[in-house]
């Protein structure tokens, strides 16, 4: 009987952005622990696991955060790295204004975002317009204000690597918090520019 022979696979294992803490829990700030709260709400089941563990392996080698728009590079179980991205539902124009208007209205709310720190009534004002400042939120049938794509061939969307670079954008939320904003459509220029 002859024994077949399988080419050895080699793990990657990045050096990449490396999750420092992948699981809720205390001594997170509350908008840290919302988010998690949040992806894991989503009920991805073995994917978020595998995500969990792609973020905290480094296996993100390089993300970009443009507004509501995040891309980012995953080394994966193939030679060439995947190319993952990601898109957040923004407010329209008119809700865009109103909420940076009730921001600007609070002086210390932009003060507070300024000094990486997130106030409870920013997400009070984001809800108040029907947004929210995590992800999740379902819109209707097959709707969700997240939009995610991959290269990699899973048909299950999101998938490990979208997970992982989720989580990645979570940490990087957790300590500058104006992110969550900024995924929204809402730069501190906007807060801070007066009309």
């Known amino acids: 009987m002859s024994r077949k022979r399988y080419p050895l696979r080699v793990p990657h294992f990045a050096a990449g952005i490396r999750a420092q ?4 829990g205390a001594g997170r700030a509350w908008w ?3 988010w998690l709260h949040a992806l894991e709400g989503m009920r991805l089941g073995g994917r978020f696991a595998r995500g969990r563990q792609y973020a905290a392996s480094g296996q993100i080698t390089a993300m970009t955060i443009a507004g509501p728009h995040v891309e980012a590079t995953v080394l994966g179980s193939r030679p060439e790295p995947y190319h993952v991205t990601i898109d957040f539902r923004v407010p329209d124009e008119a809700a865009r204004t109103r909420i940076i208007a009730a921001i600007r209205r609070e002086p210390m709310l932009v003060a507070r975002i300024l000094a ?22 379902k819109l209707g049938p097959g709707k969700y204000d997240v939009t995610t794509a991959c290269t990699c061939p899973d048909y299950a969307n999101p998938c490990k690597h979208s997970c992982a670079v989720l989580l990645i954008l979570g940490e990087e939320a957790l300590r500058r ?9 809402i730069t501190m220029e906007d807060l801070l520019d007066e009309e």
Do not use: N
Not at 21 to 24: D, G, I, K, L
Not at 121 to 137: H, M, Y
């Open 21 to 24: 803490e992948t699981r809720s």
């Open 177 to 185: 918090p104006r992110t969550l904003l900024e995924v929204r459509g």
């Open 116 to 137: 990486d720190d997130l106030p409870l009534e920013v997400e009070a004002i984001f809800k108040a317009e029907g947004f929210s400042l995590f992800p999740g939120g």
């Open 32 to 34: 840290g622990q919302r």
